[in-house]
């Protein structure tokens, strides 16, 4: 994952203008170009029912050049004048307004300052963190630090999921560039626990073969870099945590495997308790559904060759487009 260009969502929040300049040192130490974005709420379609819809560029103008001034006097002190100036100031939500911007820049690192909301909140207003962990598409780095905070511990956590490829290589990458140490952490979650009375989390046969796929799928991910790896069986957002703590790490790295909101609502995401409750910076990679090695004329012959397999069906012929 190379870095290129940073994105760095602000609003009006006591915490803006730390983000922002964290955001702003971040980018200089990655050598890349970074650039502000600021989410306007659309207020001046409420006015449309009492007859000044014909107004409405005027009051766009006018709520766009306001939030611009307040934005400035926030962040003045801490980010350069110039950065302030090509700050982009859009109307809508901000986790859309980040999305479309990122597409537009071709920006490949959004970074949001840290907020912890309820479980009620999230469902009903949303939070930033988790809508632009859901719905970005690029990585998205969510801080929990001061300005000058340095990253000098990199903890990147890994399964055996399809995650586990580019969260490693955002993890390297990160690492080598902030000129960090790197730990590797794999959590084994056994997943249930045996009728004969077995312990949870205890040296099943289920963990010895997680193991062993871990040595050969898993850990030469990281070959060619100083790094130590770290297995671990137990509940995986509590022993990411405490991995976290107890080796004091600044930034944790993981994959974003893109559950569905009604999983969210029953089970609860790793990713999202993470965002929720984990104490240092947090970068969540997302993973895409369609991976390298299964393009869809793969996927096509294999629907073909279970339809052929199906007593009275016909397969159906490819269409070429």
Known sequence: MPWKRLLIGVDDSPEAAANAALGWRLAQQLRVESDLVHA??????????EGLVEHAAEFQLAIITSARQRMA????????????????VRFGRTAVVLREVARELEADTILLGGKHHSMLNRWVGGSTSHDAVRTAGVPVLVTASPADHVFRRVLVAVDLSAAAEPTAAAALEAATVLGAELRAVSVIETPIVSPTGTAPFARTPFYEIAERELQRRVWPLFEGRSVTTVIHAGPVVETIQGEAAEWGADLVVVGSHGKGWGERLLLGSVTERLLNHLPTSLLVVPVSAQQPGTPTTVRARRTRKRAARRPGRKPKRATRK
């Open 73 to 88: 006097a926030a962040l003045g002190p801490h980010v350069p004048e110039d950065m302030i100036r090509r700050m982009i």
């Open 40 to 49: 306007v709420r659309e207020y001046w379609i409420t006015f449309a029912e």
